[in-house]
């Protein structure tokens, strides 16, 4: 990997370097940010927080004063601090907060020269980009092995494999690790790479902050799984948590409950980061109608995550308050409101779903106008639209709660909004569909994922139509129509796009080509697997079928059994994709710095880029998808001869 | 294709017939839509496929305003069209009968009710059924047939039936899919189903929110009969009910309180396999170093106290500490009796 990294002599180059400090000997490398002082911080901050609840306990007199429930939680909040302590996530912090003089930056956070670097606080946005995107597919790879398990059970009606709790666990484990450890940071993953870059800009603007939002990450996937060695057994109430059902749950709840806390500070931090970038650092002449479009939908997103994501945080507060506390948010019998957790919960979960969403269109207007060689049809309108979504996307949350027992008349109007929100969604898909038209298309493997992605996405908008009218829902909810819709969402949606990102951008990212052969074969064992595995649930969960269940009746059967040997396809088509990630990584061929031909600017820099990303400012002079213009220039620099320096015509 | 085949299960009630409806009308609509998409991209896909080595571009489009204003134009349309549609058979679908009590019905669906009670004089029009529903268990109680109980929903054809559903612990959901309505019961709510049964049958009942432990096997089922074989059955059974009648069976505790749903006991004909099997309760009792009847009172009331091994603790409900003394006492007594 030491030589995926070129460019160190820009670091050296830049004028306000110094040399860094020399590595700590002796006793100093346990005070030293890093892996050692690990062990004994998290030990010190366990103890601060034991020590507080004994003390609390002690003179409030209750007993047992050693509680072990009690314990549990309050070192979930205080043993990840400690471990980022230890790390070394806020030494610069605490210097500056507490007055010390601050250490000059020496820039040695930055960039990664060993296979070490990756396992540290790294300020670089290229390496956080990249431990996003391993740590990610490492929790997709779990997650998806939960779900081979779950649809082993469910291959016969019945009890085989596993008990009540585990099932439960194992759905639950596998849709949080997927929303919280993998679709939505694998975006951020490919955003904090990318946008700096794209944007023209040396860095993410808070990089401190930027690695630190990264080591969150591990501490909540970590904390969720290991949910299931808590006695009683993992969190089992869905990743949806329904109160009073979560509250009534053994311990290994509250893992999720805090978890879904450090996944949330995790990405409120890295979006409020992509604000203030797209915001502030653009290059000169990258005026807002100049940004590509997953700039765009990176910004979207981002405000999506900073106004939403604290609704979630607050619902899982209220339930771990009513599990360990005693308080009553949602006990009826106490003058609780279990529909209230639903409101508040659905308020963030329903623009989730565009959170996941959005940056998937974002990539997939990068991928389909560079392999279409054609300029983005209706550019403006697929910004506004994205904007569009952003604000309908908050009307909509009720239509989650058709049959829950909230109040009649809120359902017309929620369903009203939710149709709506089809019409900027249609624009994108039409618009993507126009791009195609008398385009010379490139069939690369992040085509073929971004062309499975616009077809797969249709089928599972068109499915939320059904859902968004209140007659059909109130049959399919809670069904296996829903599962086959959301799959069809976030499968065929999110995860292509993902896949059809990571194949894109993998020669800038590691300097190296990926293997097109074992890609293709990737892209269409998973399209087949996928549509085997999906679309027959439509037709289980219409016929009487409904989820989180872990046996079902006989006439099910032999659908199910069909769906589960699908599955296990699809699971194994993973294998293809992580071979040939990590053997191309290791042993493909160089890559230029442009394979694709593409106009915007991180292709205009070397592959993988220089550790402060430009060697000189680059100028913006035109739009970003100019292609088939003659001599139409997106961004330029200092040294180049601009042929016919033109503004192309916006559209 | 997609037209041909069955998505749908055999509607076996008014409102089912309705949703159909939509669901067709949403179905020609989206395989339009989709026909169309996956027509563009095969038709691109063969005919604007570039050779490897072809580095030209493709001609600089950049949109057509009259494109675009048309394609936002016809899906907003179409979802319009949709939206219309759905409203106005929800609103079928809630319609109960008894026009005089029309404007009642709609102060009653916004006032805070919170006891299930009957609606009308006309026990039939429409008839009310209580749906209470538990871990993990249902109970179906006739208010206008003297409170008369069932673990089964037994329904008249063609008559309107307006479901009043309660929970006694979590979220669970009322779902048949031969009627195609539901409605989730939430504790301290009082929430409401309509149903016009057309079909004679039996049909299966099913819980759809995830509800615990034993949610998947959270079933029971309802017997759509003739007018007359149900008024015989609702009248009888309300007279077994009844103050001065002899007092029900111990059997019928069991079966209301939903115990039959996770427990195994051959006596009340009972096969659930949530909860331990309750046929060999003395061996049970002799392993918690407990007296037989002394035992079972206390799994009942106090299930966390002594949980058989192998099992979870905290899955049997707590809520049958409620029960009445008397209950309570026929109960032990029933269940001693089916294990010496």
């Known amino acids: ?651 | 294709m997609a037209l041909l085949v069955p998505w749908l299960p055999d509607p076996a009630s008014e409102q089912a017939n309705r949703i159909d409806f939509v669901f067709w009308f949403v179905t020609t609509i989206c395989i339009a839509i989709f026909a169309l998409v996956a027509a563009v991209i095969v038709y691109s896909l063969l005919k604007f496929r570039a050779r490897a080595d072809d580095d030209s571009d493709g001609p600089p489009t950049h949109g057509h305003t009259g494109l675009e204003i048309w394609w936002t134009a016809i899906p907003a349309a179409l979802v319009t069209a949709i939206s219309i549609v759905s409203a106005v058979v929800l609103a079928k679908n809630e319609q109960l009968p008894n026009a005089a009590s029309a404007s009642a019905a709609r102060g009653a669906q916004t006032s805070t009710q919170t006891m299930c009670r009957p609606r009308s004089e006309d026990p039939l029009k429409p008839l009310v059924v209580c749906v209470i529903a538990q871990q993990f268990a249902w109970l179906f109680q006739y208010p206008a047939y003297n409170n008369a109980t069932s673990a089964t929903l037994r329904l008249p054809i063609d008559t309107t039936v307006q479901l009043q559903l309660q929970s006694k612990d979590v979220i669970h959901s009322f779902w048949v899919p031969e009627f195609g309505q539901k409605q989730d019961a939430v504790p301290g709510l009082l929430t409401k189903l309509v149903i016009t049964p057309n079909r004679l049958g039996t049909f299966p009942v099913i819980c759809t929110e995830l509800c615990g432990l034993g949610h998947a096997v959270m079933r029971s089922q309802t017997t759509v009969e003739s007018k007359d074989k149900f008024l015989a059955w609702a009248n009888a059974r309300g007279k077994a009910t009844g103050g001065g009648g002899p007092s029900p069976a111990a059997k019928t505790f069991f079966v209301d309180n939903g115990c039959d749903g996770c427990h195994t006991f051959k006596p009340a004909g009972a096969n659930g396999t949530v909860g331990p099997d309750l046929d060999n309760l003395s061996e049970a009792a002799q392993k918690a170093g407990q007296p037989l009847q002394e035992f079972i009172r206390q799994s009942i009331v106090d299930p966390n106290a002594y949980v058989a091994p192998g099992y979870p603790k905290g899955v049997m409900p707590e809520t049958f500490s409620s029960l009445p003394k008397q209950q309570l006492d026929a109960l032990v007594q029933y269940l001693a009796g089916g294990s010496q």
Do not use: C
């Not at chain 1, 308080?327 to 106490?334: E, G, I, V």
């Open chain 1, 1 to 651: 990997m030491s030589e995926t990294v070129v460019g160190f002599h820009e670091h050296e180059a830049q004028p306000e370097h110094h040399a860094p400090a020399p590595p700590p000997r002796g006793w100093h490398r346990l005070t030293a940010p890093g892996w050692l002082r690990v062990p004994w911080t998290m030990a010190l901050f366990f103890g601060i927080g034991a020590g507080l609840v004994v003390l609390v306990r002690w003179a409030e007199g209750w007993h047992p004063i050693w509680d072990g429930a009690v314990l549990t939680t309050v070192s979930l909040a205080t043993v990840p601090i400690g471990f980022l302590v230890g790390l070394g996530g806020f030494d610069y912090w605490w210097r500056y907060a507490s007055g010390k003089p601050t250490v000059p930056e020496d820039h040695s956070g930055h960039g990664a020269y060993s296979w070490r670097d990756y396992f540290r606080i790294n300020t670089d946005h290229k390496v956080i980009g990249i431990q996003y995107l391993v740590t990610t597919i490492v929790f997709f790879v779990i997650a998806g092995l939960l779900a081979m398990f779950m649809r082993a059970e469910l291959a016969q009606p019945g009890m085989q494999f596993v008990d009540n709790q585990t099932f439960n666990g194992l759905f639950s484990v596998h849709a949080a690790l997927m929303i919280f450890l993998f679709v939505i940071p694998a975006f951020a993953g490919i955003g904090n790479y990318v946008i700096p870059l794209m944007i023209g800009a040396p860095d993410m603007a808070f990089p401190r902050l930027n690695a630190l939002s990264y080591w969150l990450l591990p501490i909540a996937g970590i904390m969720m799984l290991s949910s299931f060695l808590v006695p009683g057994g993992p969190l089992a109430a869905g990743w949806t948590n329904y109160a009073p059902l979560s509250v009534h749950q053994p311990l290994g709840n509250v893992f999720f409950a805090m978890g879904v806390q450090w996944a949330g500070a995790s990405s409120i931090m890295t979006a409020l980061n992509f604000l203030v970038t797209i915001i502030t650092m653009r290059a000169p002449g990258m005026t807002f109608w100049r940004m590509p479009l997953l700039v765009w939908a990176n910004f979207t997103t981002s405000l999506l995550v900073v106004i939403a994501t604290p609704f979630i945080a607050g619902s899982q507060f209220f339930v771990m308050f009513d599990h360990i506390m005693h308080t009553h948010f949602f006990d009826p019998a106490a003058g609780g409101y279990p529909l209230g957790y639903q409101h508040i919960f659905w308020f963030y979960s329903h623009p989730a779903v565009y959170i996941m969403m959005l940056p998937g269109f974002g990539i997939a207007s990068e991928v389909i106008s560079v392999m279409a060689r054609k300029p983005i049809f209706g550019y403006r309108l697929m910004a506004l639209s994205l904007m569009a979504i952003l604000v309908l996307g908050f009307s909509v949350w009720a239509h989650h709660m058709f049959v829950a027992g909230m109040a009649p008349w809120l359902r017309v109007p929620m369903m009203v909004t939710s149709m709506v929100i089809a019409v900027p969604t249609g624009i994108k898909v039409f618009s993507w569909l126009a791009t195609l038209w008398e385009g010379r298309i490139h069939f690369e493997t992040p085509m073929l994922f971004a062309l499975g992605f616009v077809s797969m996405f249709v089928i599972g908008g068109l499915s939320g139509i059904y859902l968004a009218a209140v007659p059909i829902d109130i049959h399919t909810s809670d069904t296996y129509f829903v599962v086959a819709h959301i799959h069809y969402v976030l499968f065929g949606g999110s995860l292509f796009t993902i896949f059809a990102g990571i194949y894109f951008w993998f020669p800038k990212m590691t300097g190296r080509m990926y293997n097109e052969k074992l890609g293709k074969l990737h892209f269409w064992l998973t399209f087949v697997g996928f549509n085997l595995t999906f679309f027959p649930m439509h037709w289980l969960g219409l016929q009487g079928m409904p989820r989180r269940v872990a046996d079902y009746v006989p006439k099910f059967a032999d659908l199910n059994l069909f769906i589960s040997i699908a599955s296990f396809g699809l699971g194994a088509s993973t294998i293809v994709f992580v071979y040939n990630m990590v053997v191309s990584w290791r042993f493909g061929p160089p890559a230029p710095p442009n394979p694709w031909r593409s106009l915007t600017l991180e292709w205009q820099v070397s592959s993988p880029p220089p550790v402060f990303n430009f060697d000189e400012v680059p100028q913006v002079v035109g739009n970003p998808y100019e292609y088939g213009v003659p001599g139409a220039r997106h961004g330029v620099f200092n040294g180049d001869r601009v042929h016919e320096p033109e503004e192309a015509p916006v559209s």
